[in-house]
T-cell receptor, first 112, second 115 residues
Framework: DGGITQSPKYLFRKEGQNVTLSCEQNLNHDAMYWYRQDPGQGLRLIYYSQIVNDFQKGDIAEGYSVSREKKESFPLTVTSAQKNPTAFYLC???????????FGNGTRLTVT | AQSVTQLGSHVSVSEGALVLLRCNYSSSVPPYLFWYVQYPNQGLQLLLKYTTGATLVKGINGFEAEFKKSETSFHLTKPSAHMSDAAEYFCAVSDRDFGNEKLTFGTGTRLTIIP
């Protein structure tokens, strides 16, 4: 089955540590996105990539970094510079322009 | 800049009753509009979308939404609620000039179904 896989589902880290969230898709989609979801705030765009080796900052990119070395993969690193990293993180991909996003099942990150 | 307002962060309806979730948007150009549903600890799933043409859009699970340009609204309805409809619902708008990378989400409405 084609889809998007995010791993792990739950992640716990100590404050001050960097952590990388995995996102893999086998839909052959060019575009991929990372969103952060907090209660009562909806989804906010962190980074997006429309093609391999290229990515752009979204609305809340500070404290995050990404890479897009392969079409299938778009990992997100939450750095120690992110002041409030505890959240639910969603990865999505998109085929043709203006087609709907396909979402993974998310990673819940807890930093203490 | 485009924006989305979902009126009511929590909505409760009885099983079998009408479901109405409200969404208003602002956009400088004719928008693409979407409704997504999210079940607990899962990603979002597309319910329906409006791009062009007929303003009444039918989606999955018996949901539909009507694009009303004069009211800048895209409310989601379902004639008869089912227990399985309990979830969080997100309205989203996309600027036609940029495609989905400029997707803006509302803050969500949590739908509870009362048996």
């Amino acid at each position: 089955d084609g889809g998007i896989t995010q791993s792990p589902k739950y992640l716990f880290r100590k404050e001050g540590q960097n952590v990388t969230l995995s996102c893999e898709q086998n839909l052959n989609h060019d575009a991929m996105y990372w969103y952060r979801q907090d209660p009562g705030q909806g989804l906010r765009l962190i980074y997006y990539s429309q093609i391999v080796n290229d990515f752009q900052k979204g609305d809340i990119a500070e404290g995050y970094s990404v890479s897009r070395e392969k079409k299938e993969s778009f990992p997100l690193t939450v750095t120690s510079a992110q002041k409030n990293p505890t959240a639910f993180y969603l990865c999505a991909s998109q085929g043709a322009a203006n087609s709907p996003l396909h979402f993974g099942n998310g990673t819940r990150l807890t930093v203490t | 800049a485009q924006s989305v307002t979902q009126l009511g962060s929590h909505v409760s309806v009885s099983e079998g009753a009408l479901v109405l979730l409200r969404c208003n948007y602002s956009s400088s150009v004719p928008p693409y509009l979407f409704w997504y549903v999210q079940y607990p600890n899962q990603g979002l799933q597309l319910l329906l979308k409006y791009t062009t043409g007929a303003t009444l859009v039918k989606g999955i699970n018996g949901f539909e939404a009507e694009f009303k340009k004069s009211e800048t609204s895209f409310h989601l309805t379902k004639p008869s609620a089912h227990m399985s409809d309990a979830a969080e619902y997100f309205c989203a708008v996309s600027d036609r000039d940029f495609g989905n990378e400029k997707l803006t989400f509302g803050t969500g409405t949590r739908l509870t179904i009362i048996p």
